[in-house]
């Protein structure tokens, strides 16, 4: 006998693998809807970070591009009307609000010039609410995914193998080939958990430091404009 016939017969002879596809379809109901809630859940999350990655990146260049402008000397009267025209966001938008106090309160000939600092620094604080509540909108989505993905799936699986088990008590048959397909089945759905949690656990982090870094530079040009609007002051006073 050719010694290469030997070889091959003693070799455990190659299964078929089995798809995604087919350990979804003989999963039992529950462990489906398991499945399908988190592949949703999966989705959406990808959609919100690639919403997310646009606009904080959008948010950032529109706040480098300002801070060139505003610091480059240019007239702060002409700076407005020109970003007045459009709308506006992060820094750009916290200069607009202020410079529009500011106008309303100056050309209203209000004699009470110390309260007009007050009133520009609310506007700015509230501008800088409203833009963050922008950016971090829909944030919260992604730390529930990540934190409650994977217990989903593990419920999931847990059923799954509860249910395999009671096939096995059924038919009285414990055989591998009969208790594995099961199995698979019900750790296909951990593993959509945490492939639903990973990214939206990552980008959520990355997020909300993206956000803390905007608060902070729209923090200090709030503090940089009030300086201003205090030199303005002692000059009309």
């Keep these: 006998m050719n010694p290469t016939d030997v070889a091959q017969a003693t070799l455990p002879a190659a299964t078929p693998g089995v798809s995604f596809y087919e350990l979804f379809i003989h999963a039992s109901l529950t462990v489906q809807v398991v499945m399908v809630a988190l592949f949703l859940a999966s989705i959406w999350s990808w959609a919100i970070i690639v919403e997310k990655l646009f606009a904080f990146?959008?948010?950032?260049?529109?706040?480098?591009?300002?801070?060139?402008?505003?610091?480059?000397?240019?007239?702060?009267?002409?700076?407005?009307?020109?970003?007045?025209?459009?709308?506006?966001?992060?820094?750009?938008?916290?200069?607009?609000?202020?410079?529009?106090?500011?106008?309303?309160?100056?050309?209203?000939?209000?004699?009470?010039?110390?309260g007009i600092q007050m009133r520009v620094e609310k506007v700015m604080d509230v501008t800088i609410s409203r833009e963050m509540e922008r950016l971090d909108r829909r944030l919260l989505f992604l730390a529930t995914v990540g934190s409650t993905a994977p217990f989903v799936g593990l419920f999931g699986t847990v059923w799954g193998i509860m249910v395999s088990f009671q096939a096995i008590a059924v038919s009285k048959n414990t055989?591998?080939?009969?208790?594995?397909?099961?199995?698979?089945?019900?750790?296909?759905?951990?593993?959509?958990?945490?492939?639903?949690?990973?990214?939206?656990?990552?980008?959520?982090?990355?997020?909300?430091?993206?956000?803390?870094?905007?608060?902070?530079?729209?923090?200090?040009?709030?503090?940089?404009?009030?300086?201003?609007?205090?030199?303005?002051?002692?000059?009309?006073?």
């Design 57 to 114: 990146r959008k948010a950032r260049l529109e706040a480098d591009l300002f801070e060139q402008t505003f610091w480059s000397g240019q007239s702060l009267d002409e700076l407005y009307n020109q970003l007045s025209r459009a709308p506006t966001i992060s820094m750009a938008a916290l200069f607009v609000a202020a410079m529009r106090e500011w106008k309303r309160s100056v050309e209203g000939n209000i004699r009470a010039m110390g």
């Design 175 to 237: 055989n591998l080939a009969v208790v594995a397909p099961g199995i698979a089945e019900a750790l296909f759905a951990t593993a959509i958990g945490l492939v639903a949690a990973i990214p939206a656990v990552v980008f959520y982090n990355k997020f909300s430091a993206d956000s803390a870094a905007i608060s902070q530079r729209l923090e200090a040009f709030a503090d940089e404009f009030s300086a201003i609007v205090s030199r303005q002051i002692d000059v009309r006073s």
